[in-house]
């Protein structure tokens, strides 16, 4: 008996650990401003007549061959930022 709730109580961690690492691309930013949502076409849209430019939130040089169309890296992101225009719009994502 002793070992079935064992194996509960480690199903629900690994349940519990999973939710938390999702939870960290969704609900609100450091400052505690809510993240917005916005169409996955409507992003194509902007990125593709110059209105925005496209983030991956991650900066490892493994994920550039998933990177999405006309996405960067964000080491490039932070690299290049200061040439942008100020009323540049960027949008995050993390996949």
Do not use: H
């Not at 496209?54 to 964000?74: F, H, N, T």
């Not at 690299?79 to 225009?85: A, R």
């Amino acid at each position: 008996m002793r070992l079935i709730q064992k194996s509960v109580f480690t199903f629900i961690l690994c349940i519990a650990w999973i939710a938390i690492i999702f939870a960290g691309c969704a609900g609100a930013t450091k400052d505690g401003t809510a993240i917005q949502r916005i169409d996955a076409e409507k992003v194509r849209a902007k990125v593709q007549a110059g209105k925005a430019r496209l983030v991956c939130s991650y900066d490892d040089e493994k994920c550039k061959d998933i990177l999405l169309e006309g996405a960067m890296l964000r080491n490039t992101f932070e690299s290049e930022v200061s040439s942008f225009p100020k009323d540049q719009e960027i949008i995050f994502y993390c996949n």
